[in-house]
């Protein structure tokens, strides 16, 4: 045989042998090859967002304008709960992976709405004391046969994408002495997978930790604000976060900061995207008496996947500024003077005005070492 009709025999076995590996990958093969291409396949729905960059974008065609009014009831699965389900489903290979509530996993048949397996997490019910939103579960992460979901009291569980059999579980919550739960989607960036949690309306410290995708060994931890001053510091960001903050801040109730949910991973820059919340106390006059920044509260942290060190930050809203009036006494800002006009005097107790929003007007952008 002539060397040139083998060599396209042996790259038409190639080809063959790429699809067959395709059509028989296990459950839950969800890869950055895939995710890459995910918007050639839209049958697919690869994370919560859709694709790497949860555009939330569906290439599909079939539903439009003129099939919209022919749309009809397909099937539905009772979750055998009344509380909140806010999860969006990441479907793969005619699998649905999704979450419901306190961490509760599923698999179905995304065809027929078919149980494939069920998974409940042992909570411990000490978390119900200080959830603050109901024990909702923001979704699940799907990666090479394995499904990632973080259960209400801060365990992340890595399970078996085909039967959802534990492969090891992590305790993520580093003090169950404060209002501490988990209702965030986890996020694979790179090699690991990446948890936040929720608090800052209690009394806890913002931060995100990534563990290794196949054994769960801690690979880093990232806080979002800092710690007491009399302490050591964690990293080397939290020395330039402490300027921003009074040093007679009230530690004791953590400083908030909390990644509640909202992480993106770019696998090109290999930077993970994280959305950090409102701070600890609401009041910054309480929170930090001086005022200032009070980084990284309200803010999006750009960080290193690998090394989880920070790569850049903005701030949305310096100094998280924000008043209760059954904590401080009302403000004369106008927005707080329309809340209280509207509000009767039990309902005021408990609202929130928010005094001050900054958008600069270009970002900072600020670069780190």
Not at 27 to 50: K, S
Not at 54 to 73: A, I, M, P
Not at 225 to 238: A, F, N, R
Request: aromatic share 10%.
């Amino acid at each position: 045989m002539p060397s040139s009709a083998k060599s396209a025999l042996h790259a038409l076995l190639a080809v063959g042998l790429t699809l067959l590996a395709g059509c028989h990958r296990g459950p839950g093969a969800i890869d950055r090859a895939r995710l890459l291409a995910a918007h050639d396949h839209p049958e697919q729905w690869l994370t919560t967002g859709g694709d790497f960059g949860k555009t939330h974008y569906s290439g599909l065609t079939d539903v439009n304008t003129q099939t919209v009014s022919r749309l009809g009831f397909a099937w539905a699965f009772d979750t055998n709960t009344n509380r909140g389900l806010e999860a969006t489903p990441i479907v793969v290979d005619g699998v649905m992976y999704t979450s419901g509530v306190a961490g509760r996993a599923y698999a179905l048949d995304a065809k027929t709405g078919r149980l494939i397996w069920r998974f409940e997490p042992k909570i411990d019910p000490r978390v119900y004391r200080s959830v603050c939103c109901d024990s909702v579960n923001r979704g699940v992460a799907v990666w090479r046969g394995r499904v990632y979901v973080a259960a209400l009291d801060g365990v992340l569980y890595s399970l078996d994408a085909a039967t959802g059999k534990i492969l090891w579980s992590k305790d993520t919550i580093i003090d169950r002495k404060r209002g501490y739960a988990s209702t965030g989607a986890p996020e694979v960036a790179g090699g690991v997978v990446v948890i936040g949690n929720a608090g800052a309306e209690s009394d806890t410290r913002g931060y995100v930790t990534a563990y290794d995708l196949e054994t769960g060994r801690q690979a880093w931890r990232f806080f979002t604000v800092p710690g007491d001053p009399h302490e050591p510091i964690e990293h080397p960001e939290l020395a330039v976060a402490a300027k921003t903050w009074d040093p007679n801040s009230r530690w004791d109730v953590g400083g908030g900061g909390n990644v509640w949910d909202g992480m993106t991973y770019d696998p090109e820059l290999d930077l993970l995207y994280v959305a950090t919340g409102n701070g600890e106390v609401y009041s910054q006059h309480r929170r930090s008496p001086t005022g200032g920044d009070n980084l990284f509260l309200a803010s999006i942290l750009a960080i290193h996947a690998k090394t989880g060190r920070l790569a850049w930050y903005y701030q949305e809203t310096p100094g998280d500024r924000a008043c209760s009036a059954r904590k401080v006494r009302p403000s004369s800002s106008p927005i707080c003077r329309r809340v209280q006009a509207r509000c009767s005097p039990a309902t005021l107790r408990t609202a929130h005005c928010f005094t001050h929003s900054t958008w600069p007007s270009r970002p900072s952008g600020r670069n780190w070492w």
